[in-house]
Nanobody
Framework: QVQLVESGGGLVQAGGSLKLSCAAS?????VAWFRQAPGKEREFVAF????????SYADSVKGRFTISRDNAKNTVALQMNSLKPEDTAVYYC?????????????????WGQGTQVTVSS
């Protein structure tokens, strides 16, 4: 079992920044961030491999968001810059023991409770 706890969400004006953190109870797993806005499907945001060998981003956040991890602390961060109102959503951290890259939320076994990000215009 892997327990994940997200933090760092909040309310920010358009153009601002937030840093989300995902703390895990153990290590050696791939991690992805997903988000879900009201009335919309959960969508992929960013991915990082267990040893940071690969990072990938949704086109909608590329160049604005950066995913990173600290394996010594079992944490994964998502730095979000130049935020837009359309980034408003609940953001979820997801983890899995597989080493295969995936953008599908179906492929992740462990999920955090989510953290709300609201960007005002």
């Amino acid at each position: 079992q892997v327990q994940l706890v997200e933090s760092g969400g909040g309310l920010v004006q358009a153009g601002g920044s937030l840093k989300l953190s995902c703390a895990a109870s153990t290590g050696n797993f791939r991690v992805a961030w997903f988000r879900q806005a009201p009335g919309k499907e959960r969508e992929f945001v960013a991915f990082i491999g267990w040893n940071s060998n690969r990072q990938s981003y949704a086109d909608s956040v590329k160049g604005r968001f950066t995913i990173s991890r600290d394996n010594a602390k079992n944490t994964v961060a998502l730095q979000m810059n130049s935020l837009k109102p359309e980034d408003t959503a609940v953001y979820y951290c997801a983890a899995d023991r597989s080493s295969i890259y995936s953008e599908s939320f179906h492929d992740y076994d462990y999920w955090g409770q989510g953290t709300q990000v609201t960007v005002s215009s």
